[in-house]
């Protein structure tokens, strides 16, 4: 009876029925949901069976605690420059003028007050401090006479390139404080009006001070967007790093290429059980390179809450998207390693090392290439700079090429493998 159907109709003898086209499509997507759950059934067990490893649990406990105890070594006062100060005479003036300098000045100068003469020329001597001012006595009396030459003595250190630019704060608050003691005496003693009552000027001369003052500082000191050289008008946006931003954020870095090398070594240690070869050819290249990606993202997830809880996160969508490429970058780099390091021992003798010049040289907690400038065209070949430059004022462009490129180079060098 069927033979007889197919050939009075060869139309639906050539092509398959509905319901057979169902039934090819039900296990076209059941083979797909298949392929998926088992993909992430491995995804899991390699997961456990890494958390399972001390040396990896070892490296994702190493970021907290490099950051707890940047918290504890490095305060915000670390990262601003110090000024030291010394009065002669702790008088009503010399305490206006500390006012002054210590709670309205900005945010990256530390004045503070030495005990005496010498502990301020140790203090900059020793680099303690950037620079130091020495004021004398009665600087309120001498201001009025010819006796005001050498009122302030400023102690400056031989390497120091921040002496003209803190003169400019010290004399802007001396001003503040000074200038209308000057005004008052001009008119009062120094003019050709007489009858003038001493005590009505000083105050008239005061408040006039008091509301011309109000309007804001004789120098002021403005952000400048790293990105479009523009004058920051946000105040949210124009408020100063911290200290410790370049020091979490390197080590973060640093701490997610570190994993990803780490994930390497426990790929040369699952080929060499033999765990890759029981698995289809065209299914290898995959599962190593998700094999690389795994702990990268495990560190990528552990960076994430780092900087939050260090309260560095700033715009979700710039740091998931930069996060997100980082992590692209190392597991493609970690992959192209393999192919090209057949040696377990040869990578294990070079994390050391890579770690040690990304640290020196991208810069994180000091900058090298203030004394060898040469050092600048090496941070082209470290990783970690990529992720950084984007903090600094950077576009994402060129973490996001780095990217393509190595995932590039790496499915390259993954198509004989596939094909063996």
């Known amino acids: 009876m069927e033979n007889h159907e197919t050939q009075s109709n060869p139309v639906r003898g050539a092509f398959a029925s509905a319901d057979e086209l169902a039934s090819r499509g039900?296990?076209?997507?059941?083979?797909?949901?298949?392929?998926?759950?088992?993909f992430f059934v491995w995804t899991f067990l390699t997961a456990k069976r890494l958390l399972?490893?001390?040396?990896?649990?070892?490296?994702l406990l190493m970021l907290?605690?490099?950051?707890?105890?940047?918290?504890?070594?490095?305060?915000?006062?670390?990262?601003?420059?110090?000024?030291?100060?010394?009065?002669?005479?702790?008088?009503?003036?010399s305490k206006h003028f500390l006012s002054e300098m210590t709670e309205k000045?900005?945010?990256q100068f530390l004045f503070y007050e030495c005990e005496d003469e010498e502990d301020l020329y140790s203090d900059v001597a020793a680099g303690r401090a950037e620079c130091g001012y020495v004021f004398s006595a009665d600087m309120a009396g001498k201001i009025l006479t010819d006796e005001w030459r050498g009122m302030i003595t400023a102690v400056v250190s031989e390497r120091t390139v921040y002496g003209e630019f803190v003169n400019e704060i010290v004399y802007d608050k001396l001003n503040r404080?000074?200038?209308?003691?000057?005004?008052?005496?001009?008119?009062?003693?120094?003019?050709?009006?007489?009858?003038?009552?001493?005590?009505?000027?000083?105050?008239?001369?005061?408040?006039?001070?008091?509301?011309?003052?109000?309007?804001?500082?004789?120098?002021?000191?403005?952000?400048?967007?790293?990105?479009?050289?523009?004058?920051?008008?946000?105040p949210a946006l124009a408020?100063?790093?911290?200290?410790?931003?370049?020091?979490?954020?390197?080590?973060?870095?640093?701490?997610?290429?570190?994993?990803?090398?780490?994930?390497?070594?426990?790929?040369?240690?699952?080929?060499?059980?033999?765990?890759?070869?029981?698995?289809?050819?065209?299914?290898?290249?995959?599962?190593?390179?998700?094999?690389?990606?795994?702990?990268?993202?495990?560190?990528?997830?552990?960076?994430?809450?780092?900087?939050?809880?260090?309260?560095?996160?700033?715009?979700?969508?710039?740091?998931?998207?930069a996060m997100v490429l980082y992590v692209l970058f190392v597991a493609a780099f970690a992959n192209i390693l393999r192919f090209l390091i057949?040696?377990?021992?040869?990578?294990?003798?070079?994390i050391p090392i890579l770690t040690l010049i990304s640290y020196l040289c991208c810069p994180i907690l000091l900058d090298v290439a203030t004394v060898f400038p040469a050092i600048r065209y090496l941070r082209a070949a470290l990783l970690p700079q990529y992720y950084l430059r984007f903090f600094e004022g950077?576009?994402?462009?060129?973490?996001?090429?780095?990217?393509?490129?190595?995932?590039?180079?790496?499915?390259?060098?993954?198509?004989?493998?596939?094909?063996?």
């Open 26 to 38: 039900s296990d076209g997507r059941s083979k797909a949901r298949g392929a998926v759950r088992r």
């Open 52 to 59: 399972k490893k001390p040396s990896f649990v070892l490296i």
């Open 64 to 93: 907290p605690a490099v950051i707890l105890l940047y918290r504890a070594l490095i305060t915000e006062n670390d990262g601003k420059l110090h000024v030291a100060v010394w009065f002669e005479e702790h008088d009503e003036l």
């Open 105 to 107: 000045v900005p945010e």
């Open 177 to 234: 404080v000074l200038s209308f003691k000057v005004v008052s005496d001009y008119l009062v003693n120094r003019s050709d009006i007489d009858g003038m009552d001493a005590q009505a000027v000083e105050t008239l001369v005061r408040d006039g001070f008091a509301k011309q003052m109000a309007t804001g500082p004789i120098v002021e000191y403005v952000p400048v967007d790293a990105r479009t050289g523009e004058i920051e008008t946000d």
């Open 239 to 321: 408020e100063a790093d911290s200290v410790l931003t370049k020091p979490i954020r390197g080590t973060v870095a640093i701490f997610v290429l570190l994993t990803g090398l780490a994930g390497l070594v426990f790929w040369y240690q699952d080929d060499a059980e033999g765990r890759f070869r029981v698995m289809a050819r065209e299914r290898r290249p995959l599962l190593s390179f998700a094999s690389l990606l795994l702990p990268t993202v495990m560190a990528g997830i552990a960076g994430i809450a780092c900087l939050i809880i260090a309260g560095l996160w700033k715009t979700t969508g710039a740091e998931l998207a």
């Open 342 to 350: 057949p040696s377990v021992h040869a990578v294990c003798a070079m």
């Open 394 to 420: 950077a576009s994402l462009l060129p973490l996001a090429v780095g990217t393509a490129v190595l995932l590039g180079i790496s499915a390259l060098l993954s198509v004989p493998e596939r094909n063996r």
